[in-house]
C-alpha cells in the first residue's frame, strides 16, 4: 500500500513512522510529507532512506492513505484534494472531527461506522481517545449521566517547542517559549486557546468529542485541561455520574476485559497509572478507581495513557488497520 504521512518530521509524525514499522503495516511505498521548508530532507523507514516531499507532489502521487498530522489549516486545504485522487485520509488535527458529514473513530468503539464512501476520516484530540476508552464500557453497563474531568497534559501534546523550553528551563537557560509562562515547576490551566465560554477549545473538544463518539449527546461532560511538566503522556482524574448504580469489582472487571485498556489499581501495593511508565506504550492505563461517596452512582478514577501514541499515531493506524481488514480501502 502507498502511504503518505503528512506532517512526517513532527512529534506525531515521526511516532507514526515508528509505529507503521512496529505494527508491520502493508506499506509498499512509503511518501513523507512535509512543508516546503522540509522538502528535500532525508527520513529512514525500515532501513531505507526516502526523501520528504511537498503536498502537491505527494497528492500527484495518488497513495492509497494518508495519514495526516499538521494542523487544521493543512488538513482543511489538503485533505480534500488527497480524497479527490482517491486517497483515504486519516486526519489527526481538529479539522473534520466535528463535522457531521466525517466519522469521528476509536476503533474499539464506533470502528463500525466506516464505510468505503469515508475518504476523509478524523482521528480524535490525545485527551479525548484515552477518556473514552474507559467511557464506553461502563457507559454500556451503567449509562453514564454527567462526567466532570481534570487533565494533566503532557507537554509533548504542544510540540517540539515546548520540550525545548522546559529542557531550557530545567537547564537555567533562556530560550523560545512555546507558552506564555514558565512550564518548569509550573501548572498551566490554558491548553489550547480561551472561547467566549471561558472554557479552552482542549475542554470544549472533551465535551464535544465523547458525545459524538460514543453516539449519545445526553452524556454531560464538564473540563478543565491542565499543562504540566511531564513528557510521558496525559493524566486524567475523572468522576462520572451513572443513571444506574454500580459493583467496584465488576466495574473493574469491565475496564481489565476491554481491548486497550489495562487496570493498575492496588493502593496497597501503590500501584496506579503514571505517566512515566506509560510513555512509548499503546494501552490505557486506568487506577484509583473509588466510588464518590459524597453522591449515589458515582465513580472517581484515574486515567493514563501516552499522548502521541493511543493519543494519535497508534489510534490512527488502528484506524488504517481496520480499513485494510475489512477492504474498506485501495
Ligand atoms: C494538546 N491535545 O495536548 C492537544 C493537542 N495535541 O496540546
Known amino acids: 500500500m502507498k502511504v503518505a504521512v503528512v506532517g512526517a ?24 510529507v512535509a512543508s516546503e521548508k522540509s522538502v528535500g530532507k532525508e527520513i529512514t523507514f525500515k532501513n531505507k532512506k526516502y526523501k520528504v516531499v511537498g503536498l502537491q507532489t505527494a497528492v500527484e502521487m495518488k ?18 484534494k488527497f480524497a479527490a485522487a482517491g486517497t483515504t485520509v486519516v486526519d489527526n488535527s481538529s479539522a473534520w472531527r466535528m463535522d457531521t458529514s466525517k466519522k469521528l473513530v476509536v476503533p474499539e468503539i464506533n470502528a463500525g461506522l466506516l464505510t468505503p464512501e469515508d475518504k476523509i476520516i478524523a482521528n480524535p484530540n490525545c485527551s479525548t481517545i484515552q477518556l473514552v476508552m474507559a467511557l464506553a464500557p461502563l457507559h454500556k453497563a451503567y449509562k453514564i449521566k454527567r462526567v466532570v ?3 494533566y497534559q503532557s507537554i509533548t501534546g504542544t510540540g517540539l517547542k515546548a520540550v525545548n523550553q522546559l529542557n531550557n528551563e530545567y537547564a537555567g537557560e533562556k ?33 464535544n468529542e465523547t458525545k459524538k463518539i460514543m453516539g449519545d449527546d445526553q452524556i454531560l461532560v464538564t473540563a478543565t485541561a491542565v499543562r504540566i511538566p511531564v513528557v510521558g503522556g496525559h493524566s486524567e482524574s475523572v468522576n462520572i455520574e451513572f443513571e444506574n448504580d454500580f459493583d467496584l469489582r465488576e466495574v473493574r472487571a469491565l475496564l481489565q476485559n476491554t481491548p486497550g485498556v489495562t487496570v493498575q489499581d492496588n493502593v496497597d501495593t501503590h500501584t496506579y497509572p503514571m505517566p512515566l511508565y506509560a510513555e512509548g506504550k499503546d494501552e490505557v ?42 477492504k474498506l480501502i485501495g
Open 63 to 80: 497513495p492509497d492513505l494518508a495519514l495526516f498530522s499538521a494542523g487544521g489549516d493543512t488538513s482543511l486545504e489538503w485533505a480534500p
Open 175 to 207: 530560550g523560545e517559549m512555546a507558552y506564555h509562562y514558565q512550564i518548569h515547576r509550573n501548572a498551566i490551566p490554558h491548553c489550547d486557546s480561551f472561547l467566549d465560554n471561558g472554557y479552552t477549545k482542549e475542554e470544549m473538544k472533551l465535551a
Open 9 to 32: 518530521t513532527g512529534m506525531v509524525g515521526e511516532v507514526m513512522l515508528k509505529v507503521l514499522a512496529e505494527r508491520n503495516f502493508p506499506v509498499t511505498e512509503l511518501i513523507p
Open 149 to 151: 474531568v481534570s487533565t
Open 285 to 326: 492505563f486506568v487506577g484509583r478507581i473509588r466510588r464518590d461517596e459524597t453522591q449515589p452512582n458515582t465513580l472517581n478514577m484515574w486515567i493514563v495513557s501516552d499522548n502521541l501514541r493511543k493519543g494519535a499515531a497508534t489510534n490512527a493506524l488502528q484506524i488504517a488497520e481496520h480499513l485494510v481488514a475489512h
